[in-house]
């Protein structure tokens, strides 16, 4: 297959189109290269006849339309989007205009581009999620497919806002399209900004681990890695209209995953004290969800999915993979915000 995808320069979307590329697939990587956007993730596919990359803005429909035309892909995997919920709180309309009106831009292209080639039944828009959009739990429950959106944060609403849209346009339109929604992910390339990386690089700094509150937010942890198999196989077997929650089934209170870091990184690069000794409770985000818990069943029971990779596993390597990619962190730590605390603008 020949997929455009786009926000490829980010996290998750790097790790898509590696993987693609891995697969045989023919992968147009798009992307604006907005603060988070790093070329360095695509590094390793450099010269590979089998990847192209653009740079261009998904709300820049002029750019879109050669870009489709130029190309001609068989899918469109959609993954650009502001994603980190404190900026959302200090700047929420960049994330209303980028992930609601980024989307709608896109669907647009992308319906007139699969209309010009004939509507093909071939063809999907495989629209990527977050499980934010479900608001928050208790401290029992999962989110299944069918959980009411409940949004609590500008990002949350923003995501939710384009997962309406892109039912929409399957449902007036006839866009062949499929949906998924993923709990936290984490692993290597992650932008220093969430929470692993910044656990990690203020660690081996000897600067305070910032844990919002008391640390007791509960998160499903998914593998990138594994998060990009999951992709794939719903892009290629999911069926069209169809949602499907993506989780790691590895659930941890936030305070329990730090600590859990600061251990590996004793054992790995051992300092004059423990690493826990860093620990530092800040004031609580503005609207922070308490619990998020993914219901997998029709992942796993329709396209056969499961997590390759436990929590623990998973932080072993990207604890590792920090520690062996200095030169990749220490270039963006110049960029716009990181290394402050953001997410203060719904505080007063």
């Not at 891995?22 to 798009?30: K, M, Y």
């Not at 629209?127 to 989110?143: A, I, K, M, N, P």
């Not at 590792?320 to 962190?329: A, E, I, R, S």
């Amino acid at each position: 297959m020949k997929l455009l995808v786009t926000g490829a320069a980010g996290f998750i979307g790097s790790a898509v189109a590696r993987l693609a590329v891995a697969r045989g697939h023919t992968v147009i990587s798009l992307d604006a290269l907005t603060y988070a956007g790093c070329l360095d993730n695509l590094a390793s596919l450099d010269g590979n006849p089998q990847h192209v990359f653009e740079r261009a803005d998904i709300r820049d429909r002029a750019a879109l339309d050669r870009i489709l035309a130029a190309h001609r892909p068989d899918a469109v995997m959609h993954l650009a989007a502001e994603s980190h919920v404190d900026r959302s709180i200090d700047g929420p309309g960049t994330f209303i205009d980028t992930n609601v009106g980024g989307t709608f831009t896109l669907l647009e292209a992308s319906r007139a581009y699969w209309q010009a080639q004939g509507r093909p039944d071939s063809f999907r828009f495989h629209h990527v999620s977050t499980d934010e959009v479900y608001g928050t739990l208790g401290q029992t429950g999962r989110f299944s497919e069918d959980t009411p959106y409940a949004p609590r944060s500008p990002y949350a609403a923003s995501k939710a806002a384009s997962d309406h849209l892109v039912r929409a346009w399957h449902e007036t339109y006839g866009l062949p399209v499929v949906l998924s929604n993923c709990s936290n992910n984490y692993g290597p390339f992650q932008f220093p900004e969430k929470l692993v990386p910044v656990v990690i690089l203020n660690a081996l700094a000897g600067l305070p681990i910032p844990v919002y509150g008391q640390g007791l937010n509960v998160r499903d942890w998914l593998f990138v890695e594994d998060h990009a198999e999951a992709l794939l196989l719903v892009l290629q077997r999911g069926r069209t209209g169809r949602s499907y929650n993506i989780g790691g089934e590895a659930e941890a209170r936030n305070i329990d995953l730090v600590q859990r870091l600061c251990a590996i990184l004793d054992r790995k690069r051992p300092g004059a004290r423990p690493y826990a000794d860093q620990i530092t409770h800040v004031q609580d985000r503005a609207g922070h969800d308490l619990r998020y818990a993914i219901d997998p069943a029709r992942v796993r029971d329709e396209l056969g999915w499961r997590p390759a990779c436990t929590l623990d596993e998973g932080l072993e390597r990207t604890v590792q993979w920090y520690l062996d990619n200095t030169g990749w962190w220490r270039a963006l730590q110049g960029r716009a915000g990181v290394g402050q605390r953001l997410g203060t603008g719904g505080q007063g």
